[in-house]
């Protein structure tokens, strides 16, 4: 199944992430007043499904994000998900001095996952996003678009049944966006659940679901 193919699989009774009227405030400004960035959130993704999440700057997309990955408490409302999460946040959270393998070994081990398996992982990564030559660098010597490859590859090695992206395409040139999305349909095709944040969705036809955050609150566009 190439990026653009659309499952025709039905949702399975069990969401693999429920979001469940999530609300969240912050005090701010010179009176310190309250201001509410979610009121409400309710969302499933089920297996199978690639679902984008839009929005305006300000509108609470990362707010949401970082309460779904457990990362910020929510004000109240709940969150579940069933099995493994790989998370790619919008800022590469790597360590400067690293090399790529010395990332993808130390996640590797936060995983929990075999050398075997670690490193059939890394190899097939480092392919489909076309970075191998870079296995041996440090980050602080990568550039953008390589420290891109290396976020999402970190978040896609332990093959999560749920994987949840903030503007995960940001710095690719073309032929790694479609890479991206080959691999997008890949795991969809096999029952995994993807969600990715962005400002604004161009192709619209490779996702099952789109749903806009606006007044804090997500709807479906």
């Not at 998370?87 to 790529?100: E, F, H, K, S």
């Amino acid at each position: 199944m190439t990026g653009n193919e659309r499952s025709s699989a039905v949702p399975e009774t069990s969401p693999v992430l429920s979001a469940r009227a999530l609300h969240k405030s912050y005090r701010g400004g010179l009176l310190r007043k309250r201001q509410h960035v979610l009121r409400g959130v309710d969302f499933d993704l089920y297996p199978g499904q690639v679902v984008g999440l839009i929005g305006e700057n300000g509108s609470g997309k990362s707010t949401l994000m970082k309460i779904l990955v457990g990362a910020l408490a929510p004000d109240s409302g709940t969150v579940t998900h069933a099995g493994r999460i790989g998370y790619c946040p919008q800022a590469p959270l790597l360590y400067p001095r690293l090399t790529c393998d010395e990332h993808f070994d130390l996640f590797a081990r936060a995983y929990g996952m075999t050398t075997h398996a670690a490193a059939e992982s890394r190899q097939a990564l480092y392919e489909e996003l076309g970075f191998t030559r870079y296995a041996r660098t440090r980050a602080e010597r990568l550039s953008g678009g390589t420290l891109a490859k290396l976020n999402l590859g970190l978040a896609l090695m332990a093959d999560p049944e749920l994987l949840l992206l903030d503007e995960p395409y940001a710095g690719f040139d073309w032929d790694t966006y479609q890479k991206f999305w080959v691999l997008v349909g890949r795991r969809r095709a096999v029952g995994r659940a993807v969600l990715i944040i962005s400002h604004f969705v161009v192709d619209e036809d490779r996702f099952d679901r789109i749903l806009a955050i606006a007044d804090g609150q997500a709807a479906p566009r």
